[in-house]
């Protein structure tokens, strides 16, 4: 299974912290990074889009002052996410300031990102696109991107419907490069069964929004770390794209959480609110289904050591597994 060549001997767990809209900054990456894993935002999180190049500038020299201070530590290389679509009327001039600052990793959602990945590839960049499909895997990987995020069933935000069991070993037939794996990992449990299932890296949002440095509301923080599965609701009404949102923050918005009307597909507008005043991801927050392994707000650096060690215990226990001979058949 093969890791970008930029990625390694950088990381202290196989994990990419997934752009999260509105609650991804600065200090969010920078602890991500610094902790061992990518961190990164989405490009539309710096406004007006001028901020973009000084949280870029910002976050890259964070970095190379901890890796001088600190040469011994892996210190994590960071990512931008672009929105590849004709409603971001700031794609040209947001790729246009990553590759000028040789931004190592973009990640890209909805549209094939073709333009994008030959900017990455001019100065040494790397592609990861989102996916929920095999169809759109495929046509991702006709645009020659580096990697696939699998968006499967039970992630947070706009997600697949699709259990990572069916996506992943159908998207690995055809395609060689690398595969991240989203879908309810919170745990380091859950990213060694991502890599036990044949993923690269594992991809966590709804874990680091509970987290110090998350740019979320305290009240967000706390409802994902009061929630379970049962607490999230997969609808399209707010954004045109289906998606996996906390029933809490819906039911705070005044609106019945089990019985939301469908949104015109034709009209994906993202923070729209399905042209209501709440918005998400201000007022009616995502999540995925993961929410009930997350109980506490802690700060990155003590979340990404647990995980390791979680991850180094799930190792631990499935060597400890001893199978019984297989049953004889009756004579």
Request: proline share 7%.
């Amino acid at each position: 299974m093969p890791i970008p060549a930029l990625l390694e001997g950088k990381l202290v767990l196989p994990v990419i912290g997934a752009p999260l809209f509105i609650v991804s900054g600065p200090e969010l990456v920078i602890a991500q990074c610094k902790a061992g894993i990518v961190g990164s935002f989405p490009a539309l999180n710096a406004r007006p889009k001028e901020k973009l190049e000084e949280w870029i500038l910002r976050i890259k020299a964070e970095l190379a002052a901890y890796q001088r201070a600190h040469p011994e530590r892996k210190v994590a290389p960071f990512a931008v996410n672009q929105i590849v679509h004709a409603s971001n009327d700031r794609l040209e001039h947001d790729v246009e300031v990553c590759v000028r600052h040789r931004v190592p990793i973009m990640i890209t959602s909805l549209r094939p990102p073709a333009e994008v990945v030959r900017a990455a590839h001019a100065y040494g960049g790397i592609v990861l696109h989102d996916v929920i499909s095999r169809r759109h895997a495929e046509k991702a990987a006709e645009q020659g991107v580096d990697g696939l995020i699998l968006v499967c069933a039970g992630a947070g935000g706009h997600a697949g419907t699709l259990s990572p069991f069916a996506l992943l070993p159908e998207v690995r037939r055809f395609f060689p490069g690398t595969i991240v794996l989203s879908g309810a990992i919170a745990t380091g449990k859950a990213i060694l069964a991502a890599q036990a299932l044949g993923a690269d890296l594992a991809y966590l949002g709804t874990r680091f929004v509970a987290s110090r440095e998350a740019n979320a509301k305290d009240e967000y923080k706390a409802m994902i770390a009061a929630s379970s599965a049962a607490d999230i609701v997969y609808t399209n009404l707010f954004t045109g794209v289906h998606g996996n949102y906390l029933k809490p923050s819906i039911a705070a918005a005044g609106l019945d959480p089990d019985n939301l009307p469908e949104a015109d597909k034709t009209k994906m507008d993202f923070g729209s609110g399905g042209g209501m005043k709440q918005k998400a991801w201000r007022d009616i927050w995502g999540s995925g289904q993961g929410v009930g392994s997350i109980d506490d707000v802690p700060g990155v650096a003590e979340l990404v050591e647990r995980l390791a060690a979680e991850y180094r215990q799930a190792l631990a226990d499935l060597d400890a597994v001893r199978f019984a001979p297989p049953l004889r058949a009756p004579a």
